[in-house]
């Protein structure tokens, strides 16, 4: 089985617009010297104070782009992580999705919403993108990543979580039929988990 490539690589084909990287990274520590002449952003991007943190882009008109994005939200608010997820290439209902949980979780300390919100969580891995999502936009963050990312024979897995483990299903690109078996698969899941509580 073809391993999927890694998020770096797809950068350096061109195809992902920007990869955020940490300093203690030890892929990033090996492959920096890769990333010398693309565009770089290293000010109020960082996610804790441990490492430094870079974000590079395809061009500097992306960079721009996000600079003025970046003045409008507050660092480590569910805005900022959006427009991070967004920035780096992740479906756009996807980073709202991440931003959604962390909202309820770190600023609005609603436990029991973002419990629900996460138990419905559902994980892609496909062309060096590895984002998770709400099971209800599987079909629509899952073609997103198809039309943007779509490398020949580049395997595409979603990940669920089934009891203790993290179960991952293969779907080749536009088999909606496979799309549907695994969605179906997770509502089981959480309608079995919520039957149990």
Request: overall charge neutral.
């Amino acid at each position: 089985m073809k391993k999927p490539l890694l998020d770096y690589e797809v950068f350096l084909m061109g195809l992902k617009p920007a990869i955020y990287q940490s300093a203690n990274n030890v892929t990033f520590q090996k492959t920096v010297h890769l990333y010398r002449h693309y565009p770089c952003v290293t000010e109020g991007i960082h996610l804790h104070d441990e490492a430094d943190f870079f974000l590079f882009f395809q061009t500097e008109q992306m960079k721009e782009d996000f600079l003025r994005k970046l003045a409008t939200v507050k660092r480590l608010s569910p805005e900022f992580h959006e427009l991070i997820g967004v920035t780096i290439g992740y479906p756009p209902l996807a980073a709202k999705y991440f931003a959604e949980c962390r909202r309820l979780k770190e600023v609005e300390k609603r436990m029991d919403d973002y419990q629900e919100l996460f138990k419905h969580k559902v994980s892609f891995i496909y062309s060096g993108i590895r984002c998770n999502g709400h099971v209800n936009d599987l079909v629509e963050n899952s073609v997103w990543l198809w039309e943007r990312y779509y490398i020949k024979d580049e395997p595409f897995k979603i990940g669920i979580i089934e009891g203790d483990v993290m179960k991952h299903y293969e779907v080749k690109p536009y088999d909606f039929d496979g799309l549907e078996r695994v969605k179906q698969r997770k509502l089981e899941l959480i309608t079995k988990e919520q039957t149990r509580v």
